[in-house]
């Protein structure tokens, strides 16, 4: 058995080396137009920060790929001959396949803003946009990003380390505002001021205006201000890349149409990571999931299939992580940016220090916890998983706290004050037993 996949981020490469364990005898082919061999992607910004070398977001060392008979195909896949089970590359003879995993990921969402394609105007996805921006911006003094969320502060942290003045510009009235509560939101804010970068809210681009070489020099927002910049970064989003499919019997919608198996419309080929959109998805659950460990998960699950063990993709409670330059974050669960019916939520933040907990749960009955939210404090996905898959009730995961807590040993610990303001806000509840944390996380997981 032949098994090709056209991409070799983490959907791709876990699917190559599952399927290896699996079937030790298969053909397994990477084909890859961006990079010769696999790389950390999330580790791209420090590339630009001067942080990390090319060597070392590299997961695995050269020999490892023939080592495992992983083949790598470093060319661009430029046409699919579905009837004829091959892929047209631009440099190489067709590829014939027995399977075929299409993980071609995803590009940056544009809006059509007159004078989006001046120079100077990028997304920030691949690791040619990371090598193109660090051309674009050297002599830049001032730049601009469109739009917030992750990728909106990595880019704000990636400027700001190589000193350039940076304003962003938020269509929300607070920072992420379609994902975050207020709350949370204002200590992001915090953040970014406190780093320099310039944010305004409730904004939105309108133009983008070139100079005389076609390069930017300013934009101009939908309130007519025009604000200085020779570098825009676009934040506002990715698209699933459907290249390949164009022309094809595979069925598309926003992304690559598949089933709870990921396969596609045709027979014998799949989709996986941030270019597969799934028909029904589960309550609650995204169609399009363009996460680190949601592209692992989708991997794993198309290598079994392939390997003669259908495995229908279920991905659990929901969960991320990021940083918001100094600030650590951490989301498990379903915590709605505003309040839902039925729903209700606990937040606690410190005095004076930059950390924030949030428990969202289910009013009435026992208070099934259904997420959290945290920021600056460190919890052990194991912990918070169990709870979101058992439905704890909110006491439980108050008085719980101490086997979440996955700061080192040596750091303070809050948990005495999170229950204490439980308490304070809920007089009429009975008095809440904060268990010990020694032995609790060994007792829980049991």
């Not at 027995?98 to 989006?116: E, I, N, S």
């Not at 994902?179 to 200590?187: F, G, I, K, Q, Y």
């Not at 498990?332 to 209700?344: D, N």
């Amino acid at each position: 058995m032949h098994l090709v996949i056209i991409g070799n981020g983490i959907a791709g490469v876990t699917c190559a080396q599952t399927l290896r364990r699996l079937r030790p005898e298969a053909r397994i082919t990477l084909v890859s137009a961006e990079s010769a061999h696999h790389f950390s992607r999330p580790a791209l910004m420090y590339l630009y920060m001067g942080h990390l070398r090319w060597p070392d977001v590299k997961p695995f060392e050269d020999w490892y790929w023939p080592e495992n008979r992983l083949e790598l195909v470093h060319d661009q896949a430029t046409g699919l001959d579905v009837a004829g089970k091959r892929v047209l590359l631009a440099r190489h003879p067709p590829l014939a396949y027995d399977a075929l995993l299409l993980a071609t990921g995803a590009r940056t969402r544009y809006y059509d803003w007159p004078g989006q394609h001046l120079q100077g105007v990028q997304g920030l996805v691949t690791k040619a946009d990371v090598e193109r921006m660090s051309q674009a911006t050297q002599g830049v003094r001032q730049a601009v990003v469109v739009g917030g969320g992750l990728i909106g502060v990595e880019l704000a942290e990636m400027l700001r380390a190589r000193r350039l003045e940076v304003t962003m510009l938020v269509r929300d009235q607070h920072y992420w505002g379609s994902v975050l509560p207020p709350e949370e939101a204002a200590l992001v804010d915090e953040q970014l001021r406190r780093h320099g970068v310039r944010v305004r809210y409730a904004t939105e681009l309108a133009e983008v205006l070139g100079d005389a070489a076609g390069r930017v020099r300013a934009v101009r927002t939908a309130a007519d201000e025009e604000l200085p910049c020779q570098w825009l970064g676009v934040a506002t989003g990715v698209v699933p890349n459907l290249d390949l499919t164009a022309g094809t019997a595979i069925e598309t919608d926003r992304g690559i149409l598949v089933d709870e198996l990921l396969q596609t419309s045709v027979p014998g080929i799949y989709a996986a990571g941030d270019c597969a959109q799934r028909r029904n998805p589960p309550p609650g659950e995204a169609a399009i999931e363009p996460l680190w460990y949601t592209g692992r998960m989708q991997g794993e699950t198309v290598a079994h299939t392939i390997g003669g063990q259908p495995t229908p993709y279920r991905r659990g409670p929901w969960f991320n992580s990021a940083k918001f330059f100094d600030l650590e974050y951490q989301t498990y669960g379903q915590v709605p940016a505003g309040p839902v019916e039925g729903q209700s939520s606990f937040w606690w933040q410190h005095p004076s220090a930059p950390l924030g907990l949030r428990l969202h749960y289910r009013t009435g009955g026992e208070q099934a916890l259904l997420g959290l939210n945290a920021l600056g404090l460190r919890l052990r996905h194991e912990v918070c998983d169990a709870w979101l898959r058992a439905g704890a009730p909110l006491r439980t995961v108050l008085e719980q706290l101490g086997a979440a807590n996955f700061d080192p040993e040596f750091f303070p610990q809050h948990e005495a004050s999170i229950v204490a303001a439980y308490s304070r806000q809920h007089p009429d509840e009975p008095p809440l037993t904060l268990r010990r944390r020694k032995g609790l996380l060994a007792r829980m997981l049991s």
